[in-house]
């Protein structure tokens, strides 16, 4: 048993002749689609027989060779979202059809070739008879079968989105045939435009003898007649001999028709008038909706003078480039490339570079004189045009020359956001006052402090921490010109006094104290309690009487700023031991009555690398540190400790002498 894809591939073996033959009949590509009304129903006969490209099919094999075989292509646009049903009928019950739609909104029809993700939906089975899209189908693309398997040739009706354009292919597996007819319904989208057909606008061509009629929809190709007969001139000064549609040798409908006069028309008001033609109707859409009879449609037609430019474009800011627009194209082969036709005078001198225009088909709308440098100053320019003053006349589209005259513009001058401001600094808050000249006719301004609050005056006055780093940004416009500048503001005059000492000393030693004030100061006092004052920034070191106690002292610092009168103050506390023997006891009493509750190397101020270790009978180790400081209270890992006698060690490097030391001892724990 053989499938339909295998019986194909025997069939182009065999011919060869099939895959040669491109698709080139109207309605065989994806361009030259049929458009769909969705109440017609669509009577194929014949088809001729072609292949034009492969086919992707979501979810079967691209080995089994699906392609665009004797097709039709079907072209519409989904004017209310809805479900899509539509039925193939072959008119040979026996014959074979698949079909495939894609979504081609924003593509190109051949897009489809190319474009995988177009595809919607599909059934490609090789079931003989009726196929298409309806409630009961399957929703997912049924693959080239054997057409014995009788597999469904009905899919799902697929979702179409309102706005979206679609395009159906309609393929026949085998090139004899008899013909489909192919109909839409029972779903809910709506592909039937609902705009009526009407004339939109009428543009008579330079002699007055050729109209091109524009049209408000797509109009079906066959409902013109070739000799005009659709249309009348009121009054009648003309009749209409001939119609033609450009799009209409490679479509199906036009929107545009060309329409040729037995004579010009004399300069005047007119109406263009739909009449039934030779074939017995106006102008019909798809659906075969007609142009009313009688619809007129209002035009003017003037025999062409020589012409002067409407207006000077808007300039923007430092234009280096003035445009000049003309009521009718220009021919651009006429216009001097060196712009030797056109002077710009104003404020300040301005050098004409070059002439050009946006041409499109050798026409333009306007003339672009560039300018050598750009036009910074402001005022009004005026544009003289001399065309033909070096022997070159310039034409409009109709061959009218176009005349002298002259032409006024402003430039608006260019600003500049540089600010200038004032400051009054405090202890705590600065105060700082900006402010914008408003030259050159600034009129806007958008001040921007710490990428965050914005005002919008010329001036403005803002508040910093007297510490603090701020950025404040200005833009500035005159409506065609902008500037923007950014200045950083760095204040540190906060005056906060600091500074560093040891917290503990020894009785012999001397206190040295290091000032590490900030902000901007002039001014210093020190307080060493009873020992004295000092007015330098930082003092020699401070010695304090032998109590031969332990004894506590203020030691006060205070900065000043005498210009801001800003003062600040700070006060650290000084312990001086009653002597730096370091000496450890032999007994302690963990009791917490605040009596000698804890057991540690006393006055060890200046052993460093300091090791000391307690042990207990047993040689566990019960405590360890590094800190003088830090004590032992009789626990382990929180659990008092059962009186009785402990073993200490030692070991630290005298800060004076730089002699190491070792000691070691016991300890009593009394309970």
Request: charged share 10%; glycine share 8%; net charge negative.
């Amino acid at each position: 048993m053989k499938s339909k894809v295998s019986l194909f591939f025997l069939f182009l073996l065999s011919s060869g002749i099939a895959f040669s033959q491109a698709c080139t009949s109207l309605g065989q590509t994806p361009s030259t689609a049929f458009p769909v009304c969705g109440t017609t129903v669509f009577q194929q006969t014949t088809v001729p027989i072609c292949r034009t490209n492969n086919l992707v099919v979501p979810g079967c094999s691209a080995a089994d060779g699906y392609g665009d075989k004797n097709p039709y292509y079907y072209v519409f646009t989904c004017y209310g979202s809805g479900s899509l049903g539509f039925l193939i009928t072959p008119n040979n019950s026996g014959d074979d059809y698949d079909w495939q739609l894609y979504d081609i909104t924003g593509h190109n029809p051949n897009d489809i070739y190319t474009v995988n993700s177009l595809v919607v939906t599909g059934n490609w089975a090789g079931t003989f008879g009726a196929t298409g899209a309806n409630a009961s189908g399957v929703n997912y693309i049924q693959c080239a079968s054997d057409p014995a398997a009788n597999l469904p040739s009905f899919s799902a009706m697929p979702n179409l989105i309102q706005g979206h354009t679609y395009l159906l292919m309609v393929s026949h597996f085998t090139d004899s045939q008899s013909g489909y007819s192919l109909s839409f319904g029972g779903g809910t989208a709506v592909i039937t435009d609902p705009l009526t057909p009407h004339m939109q606008k009428v543009v008579p061509d330079c002699n007055g003898q050729v109209l091109t009629l524009k049209l408000n929809k797509k109009i079906r190709c066959n409902s013109l007649s070739a000799d005009g007969s659709e249309f009348a001139i009121a009054p009648a000064s003309a009749t209409a001999t001939s119609s033609v549609a450009p799009l209409c040798s490679a479509s199906f409908d036009m929107d545009s028709v060309i329409i040729t006069l037995n004579n010009p028309l004399p300069s005047g008001s007119y109406q263009l008038v739909m009449k039934n033609g030779t074939d017995g109707n106006t102008l019909l859409d798809v659906c075969g909706n007609a142009i009313p009879v009688g619809e007129a449609i209002d035009f003017q037609y003037t025999i062409p003078q020589p012409i002067l430019a409407d207006s000077v474009g808007k300039v923007a800011c430092a234009p280096d480039s003035v445009l000049l627009y003309y009521p009718k194209k220009i021919n651009c082969s006429s216009i001097t490339p060196g712009g030797t036709d056109f002077a710009i005078t104003g404020p300040t001198p301005v050098t004409i570079a070059s002439a050009s225009g946006n041409c499109v088909n050798g026409q333009t709308d306007y003339i672009i004189l560039k300018t050598v440098t750009p036009i910074y100053t402001g005022g009004i320019y005026t544009v003289t045009i001399q065309p033909g003053i070096d022997g070159s006349p310039i034409y409009d589209v109709c061959g009218q020359p176009i005349l002298p005259q002259t032409l006024t513009f402003g430039a608006a001058d260019t600003v500049s956001a540089d600010f200038t401001y004032s400051s009054v600094l405090g202890c705590r808050i600065n105060t700082i006052n900006l402010m914008h000249d408003g030259a050159h006719g600034v009129s806007q301004w958008n001040w921007l402090i710490n990428n965050s609050a914005q005002v919008f005056t010329q001036t403005t006055t803002q508040t910093f921490p007297a510490t603090s780093t701020n950025t404040v940004k200005l833009f500035v416009s005159n409506g065609t010109c902008t500037d923007s500048t950014s200045q950083t503001f760095v204040f540190n005059n906060e005056v906060k006094a600091d500074f560093d000492m040891p917290a503990i000393i020894c009785p012999e030693d001397g206190l040295t104290v290091t000032d590490k004030s900030t902000g901007t100061i002039n001014s210093w006092n020190w307080r060493f309690d009873v020992v004295g004052s000092s007015n330098i920034q930082n003092p020699p070191p401070q010695f304090f009487p032998n109590n031969n106690k332990e004894s506590f002292y203020n030691i006060k610092l205070l900065v000043s700023n005498t210009t801001l009168n800003c003062t600040d103050s700070l006060t650290k506390y000084l312990k001086v031991l009653d002597n730096c023997l370091i000496a450890v006891p032999t007994a302690f009493t963990p009791n917490g009555d605040g009596l000698n509750d804890f057991f540690w190397p006393h006055n060890a101020l200046k052993a460093d690398k300091l090791e000391f270790k307690v042990f207990n009978r047993w040689g566990q180790l019960v405590f360890q540190t590094s800190n003088w400081q830090q004590k032992w209270d009789g626990t382990i890992n929180g659990v008092p400790q059962s009186a009785g006698v402990f073993v200490w060690f030692l070991s630290y490097t005298n800060r004076d002498t730089g002699k190491k030391v070792f000691q070691k001892g016991t300890v009593m724990l009394i309970r």
